[in-house]
C-alpha cells in the first residue's frame, strides 16, 4: 500500500470517528407517539437491539448500500409492521432509542 492511499485511509477513519460521535450525541429517547408520523411517512425503520444505531447512522450518512442492503436482508432493519404499529398505538408506554439521520428516523424498542 503506498504512503497516498494510507494518508488517504487515515483520513477517512478520522472522518468517520467525527461523524460517529457527532452520531453518537444525537441519539435519544422517543415516546412512540412522537415516531408516528415518521412511520406514517414511511421514513422509519426499526433496527434490531443487536445493531449499533450508530453504526448504521453512519452507513447511512456515508451512502453505504452494502451494510444497509444486509442488515435488511437478514431482517435487522425493517419498516415496522402493520402489528407493530397497531400494538405501539394501543399503548402510551413504548419507549424508542432513536437516531435521525435525515430523511430517515431508526428506531430501536427499549
Do not use: Y
Amino acid at each position: 500500500m503506498d504512503s497516498t492511499k494510507k494518508s488517504e485511509d487515515k483520513t477517512k477513519d478520522a472522518e468517520d470517528n467525527e461523524v460517529r460521535e457527532k452520531l453518537r450525541g444525537e441519539v435519544d429517547l422517543a415516546p412512540w407517539q412522537a415516531l408516528r408520523s415518521h412511520a406514517e411517512a414511511e421514513r422509519l425503520f426499526l433496527a434490531a437491539s443487536d445493531l449499533d444505531l450508530v453504526e448504521i447512522g453512519l452507513a447511512l450518512a456515508r451512502d453505504q448500500s452494502a451494510p444497509v442492503n444486509a442488515w435488511i436482508a437478514a431482517g435487522q432493519l425493517a419498516r415496522p409492521t402493520p402489528p407493530q404499529l397497531a400494538a405501539w398505538d394501543e399503548t402510551d408506554e413504548q419507549i424508542f432509542r432513536c437516531l435521525i439521520v435525515a430523511p430517515f428516523v431508526l428506531a430501536q424498542e427499549t
